[in-house]
């Protein structure tokens, strides 16, 4: 089955200075991969359309909305100490968020599909940016598949190797989502405690650096069948970051290209629509490979 690929040639252009991991290379080398000979047949192109502002504000504030589009106005700007906007930084965000909600609504129509983004947006808070993310894209694409496709579960999965604050803070009172975070701790941001539990909807993974491999996989296996035990979910969205692969310069990890599909292998089986949104990794040559082995399982 092909795999709908949400694009937007926007988010190549948020540019948050030179030198900064979360460039315009990481999303081109992701992109270019895609567009292989291996994959020809399996993916459907789709250039994504941006978030409406009703959509972004079941996630953040008008005041925060505002804010970000005053700095995108006066040509960019700093938001925190590694979170930089430029001009066109904010619509980048908008159609950024769009693509995930247009991947949600396209899984729960039948077709797996990966909203192949950039900034991203995990760490994203209500009221603040974060840690490279403007928008929560995961958290509006939840709130879009809930308030307008008539889901009434929607199980979020996070394996980028840092905690999901922002997601987190997000929907940790929403028993309509639950969040289950495999991290590296300690590490940024500092939250992610496996005693973080919300209303029983947080389901927290943390782990050192350095583990075999298989142990990082089976543990989040475990985690998701925990989180899914008489709650079954009508999506499953993927917080798809690719930094917690071996060699990334953010964290410790010690993943492999082979290893994302064996989770989307995992979890196809509970028959289940999956989405999933690009999130951090920082090592173009590397994540170009994993991002085509995660896309080639959605295919499946
Ligand atoms: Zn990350």
């Known amino acids: 089955m092909p795999v709908h690929v949400f694009h937007h040639p926007l988010?190549?252009?948020?540019?948050?200075?030179?030198?900064?991991?979360?460039?315009?290379?990481?999303?081109?080398?992701?992109?270019?991969e895609l567009r292989g000979p291996s994959f020809e047949g399996m993916i459907?192109?789709?250039?994504?359309?941006?978030?409406?502002?009703?959509?972004?504000?079941?996630?953040?504030?008008?005041?925060?909305?505002?804010?970000?589009?005053?700095?995108?106005?006066?040509?960019?700007?700093?938001?925190?100490?590694d979170t930089v906007m430029g001009r066109s930084s904010y619509e980048a965000a908008v159609v950024g968020a769009g693509a995930a909600i247009e991947a949600a609504k396209t899984a729960l129509a039948g077709q797996p599909a990966f909203a192949a983004i950039r900034p991203p947006g995990h760490h994203a808070l209500r009221d603040a940016a974060m840690g490279f993310c403007l928008l929560n894209n995961v958290v509006i694409a939840a709130r879009a598949a809930l308030e307008e496709s008539g889901a009434g579960r929607v199980l979020i999965v996070?394996?980028?190797?840092?905690?999901?604050?922002?997601?987190?803070?997000?929907?940790?009172?929403?028993?309509?989502i639950r969040y289950v975070s495999l991290h590296q701790w300690p590490l940024y941001p500092g939250t992610g405690r496996?005693?973080?539990?919300?209303?029983?909807?947080?389901?927290?993974?943390?782990?050192?650096?350095?583990?075999?491999?298989?142990?990082?996989?089976?543990?989040?296996?475990?985690?998701?069948?925990?989180?899914?035990?008489?709650?079954?979910?009508d999506l499953i969205l993927l917080s798809a970051g690719f930094d917690a692969m071996a060699g990334d310069p953010l964290a410790g990890f010690t993943l492999e290209p082979e290893d994302y599909p064996i989770w989307v292998g995992e979890w196809r089986r509970m028959g289940v629509p999956m989405a999933s949104v690009l999130e951090g990794g920082y090592v173009p040559s590397r994540i170009r490979r994993a991002a085509g082995e995660h896309v080639r399982a959605l295919a499946e």
């Not at 009703?54 to 938001?79: F, I, N, P, T």
């Not at 075999?212 to 989180?227: E, H, N, P």
């Open 44 to 81: 459907c192109w789709r250039e994504a359309s941006g978030a409406n502002e009703h959509q972004l504000l079941r996630a953040h504030s008008e005041s925060y909305l505002e804010l970000l589009r005053e700095v995108a106005d006066r040509g960019g700007g700093r938001l925190d100490a």
């Open 158 to 176: 996070d394996w980028d190797v840092h905690h999901g604050n922002g997601t987190q803070a997000m929907v940790e009172t929403d028993p309509r």
């Open 194 to 233: 496996a005693d973080e539990r919300g209303v029983g909807n947080i389901f927290n993974v943390p782990r050192p650096p350095g583990l075999a491999r298989s142990t990082y996989v089976g543990d989040l296996i475990a985690a998701v069948a925990f989180a899914v035990d008489g709650w079954r979910p």
């Open 11 to 32: 988010s190549l252009s948020h540019n948050p200075g030179p030198g900064h991991p979360e460039s315009s290379e990481r999303l081109a080398a992701i992109l270019d």
